[in-house]
């Protein structure tokens, strides 16, 4: 298997890059080059989705590509998949407020203060609540150690039988499963929280999702918002029939990066992605950008809600140190213009002037975007070009969003940006010249712009086909998406994807992740996506449950099977002489799970 699996790596090494190169030295001729009726169904659900399942790609031929494309731009026309919105139903914290998502997932130090006298109990009712049900079930004692796990009220021997207990210890994965779903719904709480940590840890794959939650809360109650994040991203981009709304949802965060562990943005995120990102993105990109700037979590994460004029700071306030210009040089540089927009450094000074005043009213208890004229620069600034009278108020910041909005540059960077996510790495520049004056034309009309680039002879062209490297994320949701798999829990496929250097929600810099090949392509990633591949094929995920009778005993079938298309010859020899070799050695080895594995790793299935 070691050699198989080398000689698999070895091929996706050099086919890879060397495909991705070859591809840029012809662009120019290679977009003129129309592809087939059948090239172009592959194409559009490779780039508009997060990868075909079985039986699409004879549902977009049925009823035409060109109205398949259209579907997908009007979302709200699709009905949505009701085992999604089953999925999507025990994560609470996905609906909760800003304020309330603070409140309902304290953390154990609160709880251990709170217990000691040492703090008071939250004002918030629901805070307040959800407080007390944590003290009734855990013991805190004085002079324990802080970092140390609270210990439970109610021991687990006094809710379990002894054999209860040594099968949720050592029991078969069956057994624990059965056992937890027997437990009355009145006694789950105190069982779980009598559990040892790390034992709570090991049931988590085998729990129903309410349970697992719970699980979660008892250990990291304050992960327990990243973890709803992570898992409904995954269930949407698997399960999802508005496959084009979650790309973009996914294009446009990342256009819009914020980091969610910086401070209060761990609570602030789910909101922001909910009411900020997913609404827009295929209304009007001013609206969009005035949503992001309008965020608690855009501004704690690029501090503008510290930013005020330097003679309008409160005496001993050491958190507002002045203007800050984080906020209003990522506007322009990633937001807008690009950084060869034709923006200066007192362009950036100015506008952050302009955004002085816009703040949060209590960032660390989930407060909402409010404006403080009094924190406010009244001067006159001028922003590109533009004077903006002294005397203003919040509306100097909504000029400058006009201003930007509006541009020139915005329209060709934002046209540039879409087209290196959905057509190639360097789009043909007719292409973003014809995008732009979309842009401009419509006013920013992100349909309208999405429309203009996916009825252009650019995007069905061979010089876009297969011309994009999936992103960790796409790879590993694609092939959920190719094989069928079940997936009870997703939350694992979150670790997998950070293992390979995409960790949801957690890019530092404002930049978002690249939609550039070079960014994804590496020996080490490689691996890493072969041994997710295997580990995938082989069930050996946990929460992943693949049907290996889908597999066809002829491992080239397996692999067009996987691809919905015939492989290209250098796949499809690689794995013929991989299977030859691993017949030899193991003649009752699974071959066709082996050869699921290297169709998924191969440099084909990279590709989209």
Not at 2 to 21: D, E, H, N, S, V
Not at 369 to 398: C, M, S, W
Not at 417 to 423: K, P, S, T
Not at 512 to 525: D, I, K
């Amino acid at each position: 298997m070691r050699k198989t699996l080398a000689f698999a790596l070895f091929f996706c090494a050099l086919a890879l890059p060397a495909r991705t190169a070859k591809k840029a030295a012809s662009d120019d001729s290679l977009f003129k080059k129309k592809l087939s009726k059948d090239a172009q169904v592959i194409h559009a659900l490779d780039r508009l989705t997060f990868g075909p399942r079985p039986g699409d790609v004879e549902e977009v031929r049925k009823i035409g590509v060109r109205k398949w494309i259209e579907l997908q731009l009007h979302p709200e026309r699709i009905k949505e998949n009701p085992e999604l919105e089953r999925k999507l139903a025990p994560l609470q914290s996905l609906r909760m407020t800003q304020a309330q998502t603070l409140a309902a997932y304290p953390s154990p130090e609160l709880v251990r203060a709170v217990a000691l006298g040492l703090q008071k109990p939250p004002e918030d009712p629901i805070a307040r609540a959800q407080l007390e049900r944590m003290l009734r079930r855990f013991e805190v004692k004085k002079g324990t150690d802080q970092s140390a796990p609270l210990e439970p009220r109610v021991p687990l021997a006094d809710l379990l039988t002894r054999e209860q207990i040594r099968t949720l210890r050592g029991g078969t994965p069956s057994e624990k499963t059965q056992l937890l779903a027997s437990i009355p719904e009145d006694k789950i709480d105190d069982v779980i929280v009598a559990l040892p940590p790390e034992l709570r840890g090991q049931l988590m794959p085998l729990a129903s999702p309410v349970v697992r939650r719970k699980l979660l809360l008892a250990n990291q109650p304050q992960q327990l918002v990243f973890y709803d994040l992570a898992e409904a991203k995954l269930y949407r981009a698997i399960l999802s029939n508005r496959q084009l709304e979650e790309e973009l949802v996914d294009f446009w965060y990342n256009h819009f990066n914020v980091y969610i562990d910086k401070g209060a943005d761990r609570f602030l995120v789910p909101s922001y992605e909910r009411d900020v990102i997913r609404p827009h993105v295929l209304g009007k990109f001013r609206d969009l950008l005035e949503a992001t700037a309008n965020s608690p979590a855009m501004m704690f994460y690029l501090d503008n809600w510290q930013s005020v004029a330097p003679d309008r700071a409160p005496n001993g306030r050491r958190s507002r140190r002045g203007l800050n210009e984080n906020y209003a040089r990522e506007l322009m540089e990633l937001h807008t213009l690009g950084v060869d927009g034709g923006y200066t450094q007192k362009d950036v000074t100015e506008v952050a002037r302009c955004f002085t005043g816009w703040t949060i009213r209590a960032p660390g208890a989930g407060g909402e975007f409010f404006y403080n004229d009094r924190l406010h620069d009244k001067g006159e600034k001028v922003v590109l070009g533009v004077t903006i009278p002294a005397g203003g108020g919040k509306e100097d910041g909504e000029k400058v969003l006009d201003i930007l909005a509006n541009h020139p540059a915005t329209a060709r960077f934002i046209s540039k940006e879409l087209a290196q996510r959905f057509v190639a790495d360097n789009p043909p520049a007719e292409l973003i010249d014809r995008m732009s004056k979309t842009f401009l034309r419509t006013h920013g009309d992100l349909r309208e712009l999405m429309r203009t680039m996916l009825e252009s002879k650019e995007f069905f062209s061979a010089g876009a086909y297969r011309a994009k490297v999936k992103t960790p994320l796409e790879m590993i949701v694609a092939s959920i998406r190719a094989t069928g798999a079940q997936v009870d829990y997703a939350f694992p496929l979150a670790q997998r994807i950070g293992q390979l250097g995409e960790p949801l929600y957690r890019k530092v810099e404002p930049t978002g992740y690249s939609n550039a090949n070079a960014e994804w392509v590496s020996s080490a990633s490689l691996l890493g996506r072969m041994n997710f591949a295997l580990a995938l094929a082989q069930n050996r995920l946990p929460g992943v449950k693949v049907d290996a009778e889908r597999f066809a005993s002829d491992p080239v079938e397996t692999a067009r099977l996987l691809l919905f298309t015939d492989p290209s010859p250098a796949t499809r020899d690689a794995i013929e002489k991989a299977m030859a070799n691993q017949k030899t050695k193991d003649p009752k080895a699974a071959i066709p799970a082996l050869a699921a594995a290297l169709a998924l790793g191969s440099p084909d299935f990279q590709r989209k």
